[in-house]
C-alpha cells in the first residue's frame, strides 16, 4: 500500500510564529510532490510544488524534500489567523498518469 | 488562463436515485482529468483518471462510473444512490504527462438522505 502520513493536529500555532508541517510518504517512485491548502467546506488550493531534494522557499511559504529520508515539511512563517486551515501534503509517482497520492491532512490553528 | 468548473455545488439526493455530476475545464487541451471523494475529517480518495476522451480507468470499486465525452469535460454517474455515497466530491485537472500540479473545481457537497 501506498502511502502519505501526515499527523491529524490539531497544531495550534500563536500568531506571527513559525508553524511546521511534516509529510512521510513510502512509495519510493514519488518524484513530485506538493502542498495543498484546504478551509472548510472549500476545495483544496495549491500553495507549494517541491521536485527537489533541499529547500524552495514561496513567500512565507517553505517546502522542504528529503527523499534519501522519504519526508516533505512545509515551514509556515510568521502565521496569521488566515492560515488556520487543513494542510494536505500529496505525492505523485511519475509514471502514475499524473494521478496524486493524498495524505489525510494536517490542521493548523492560528491563535491571535 | 486555465480555469475548472464543477456543479451543482450542493446536492442532497434520496437513496436509489441517480446521481450526475459534470466538470469541465477550460483554456487547456488534453488534460488529464480526475475525481476525488473526501468523507467527513478525511483525506482526499482517488475514484477515477481519465487521460483522453472514453479513457478512463477506475481505482476503486464502488457504485460509481465515470465518462468523458470531450475532451474536457468529465462526469461522474450513480444509477442508484447509497447512503456510504455521501461526501465531498471534487474534480481536478492536471496537464500531460502528468507531472505538473493538479488543480481542483469547487466541489460537490453530496449527502444521500
Known amino acids: 500500500q501506498k502511502e502519505v502520513e501526515q499527523n491529524s493536529g490539531p497544531l495550534s500555532v500563536p500568531e506571527g510564529a513559525i508553524a511546521s508541517l511534516n509529510c512521510t510518504y513510502s512509495?519510493?517512485?514519488?518524484?513530485?510532490f506538493f502542498w495543498y491548502r484546504q478551509y472548510s467546506g472549500k476545495s483544496p488550493e495549491l500553495i507549494m510544488s517541491?521536485?527537489?531534494?533541499g529547500d524552495k522557499e514561496d513567500g512565507r511559504f517553505t517546502a522542504q524534500l528529503n527523499k534519501a529520508s522519504q519526508y516533505v515539511s512545509l515551514l509556515i512563517r510568521d502565521s496569521q489567523p488566515s492560515d488556520s486551515a487543513t494542510y494536505l501534503c500529496a505525492a505523485r509517482n511519475v509514471g502514475s498518469w499524473g494521478k496524486l497520492q493524498f495524505g489525510a491532512g494536517t490542521q493548523v490553528v492560528v491563535t491571535p | 488562463s486555465q480555469t475548472i468548473h464543477q456543479w451543482p455545488a450542493t446536492l442532497v439526493q434520496p437513496v436509489g436515485s441517480p446521481l450526475s455530476l459534470e466538470c469541465t475545464v477550460e483554456?487547456?487541451?488534453?488534460?488529464?482529468l480526475y475525481w476525488y471523494r473526501q468523507a467527513a475529517g478525511r483525506g482526499l480518495q482517488l475514484l477515477f483518471y481519465?487521460?483522453?476522451?472514453?479513457?478512463i480507468s477506475s481505482e476503486v470499486p464502488q457504485n460509481l462510473s465515470a465518462s468523458r465525452p470531450q475532451d474536457r469535460q468529465f462526469i461522474l454517474s450513480s444509477k442508484k444512490l447509497l447512503l456510504s455515497d455521501s461526501g465531498f466530491y471534487l474534480c481536478a485537472w492536471s496537464s500531460p504527462p502528468g507531472r505538473t500540479e493538479a488543480f481542483f473545481g469547487q466541489g460537490t457537497r453530496l449527502t444521500v438522505v
Open positions: 483554456g487547456t487541451s488534453n488534460p488529464n
Open positions: 481519465s487521460v483522453g476522451i472514453g479513457q
Open positions: 512509495d519510493r517512485g514519488s518524484q513530485s
Open positions: 517541491i521536485y527537489s531534494n
